[in-house]
């Protein structure tokens, strides 16, 4: 049985600030971004799915009992969620006992990169990222997290680290490893996940795969809305696009001019 858990409690400001509802419901060509993370959970042969909730929760978890999934769906709170995401992680270090991806619930991707990221051999104290070469396709650099390599090993993490080989895609596989660098790092106004990480990198046991074509967009602006929205257009819920010779943004493809914004 593989595990996967979604980061969903925060606001979301910038692409939902005063609509009443939370983030992960904010409709992408009519289906909330959650669901589509969970949809493509089903494709790629997830079974269980933890999702922790804060910001508007009820509501969250009000909007997601209209949809049926194959998968068990568990919900943790988080009541601190105006501290930061590796906070949010530690409300669900229970349901972390073995290799679990960890995805973010306004990231899409293809189901392709989980599987990039599930063939990576994890040993049990590690964790493993999917990270993106194609740094010049980016929509929004300034915003992006980026990621220092040294072979198959993270050196640095952070989205104004100097000196970065690849981009962080937001799908991870991790263990107890990860849950045990937070909590050695979690202080009075919490800890962000990429501090985690680093600590993890500085122990030498964070690990990275490339995710090479396999699509994916953080939807967290307006601007990565309507490009996710066409993408979507241009190639399916499952973001499987045809091998085309440019792209035009992180993970995907340039669309067919039937679908160019």
């Known amino acids: 049985m593989e595990r996967a858990i979604i980061l969903a409690a925060g606001r979301g400001e910038r692409l939902v600030n005063g609509k009443a509802y939370p983030k992960p419901l904010e409709p992408v060509n009519g289906v909330p971004l959650i669901v589509r993370v969970l949809r493509n959970l089903e494709r790629a042969g997830i079974d269980e799915v933890g999702i922790i909730v804060g910001y508007l929760g009820d509501v969250l978890v009000r909007g997601l009992a209209e949809y049926e999934f194959d998968l068990e769906i568990r919900f943790f709170w988080n009541h601190q969620y105006d501290k930061p995401n590796g906070t949010s992680l530690l409300a669900a270090a229970s349901f972390v006992t073995g290799p679990t991806f960890l995805l973010m619930s306004d990231h899409l991707w293809s189901p392709d990169l989980i599987h990039s990221v599930r063939r990576y051999p994890l040993a049990a104290d590690e964790a493993v990222l999917g990270i993106d070469f194609k740094i010049d396709e980016c929509i929004d650099l300034d915003d992006a997290t980026k990621v220092a390599i040294s072979g198959d090993r993270i050196m640095r993490i952070g989205k104004t680290i100097e000196g970065y080989d690849a981009l962080d895609t937001g799908v991870f596989r991790i263990t107890p490893a990860v849950i045990e660098a937070l909590q050695r790092v979690e202080g009075p106004d919490g800890c962000s996940l990429s501090q985690g990480i680093g600590q993890l990198a500085r122990e030498g046991r964070m690990r990275v795969v490339d995710v090479e074509q396999a699509a994916w967009v953080d939807v967290d602006t307006p601007l990565a809305h309507r490009h996710a929205e066409s993408m979507l ?15 035009t943004s992180v993970g995907f493809p340039a669309p067919p001019p039937s679908a160019a914004e």
Not at 238 to 245: D, E, I, T
């Open 233 to 247: 257009r241009a190639y399916g819920s499952a973001l499987r696009p045809q091998p085309r010779a440019h792209t």
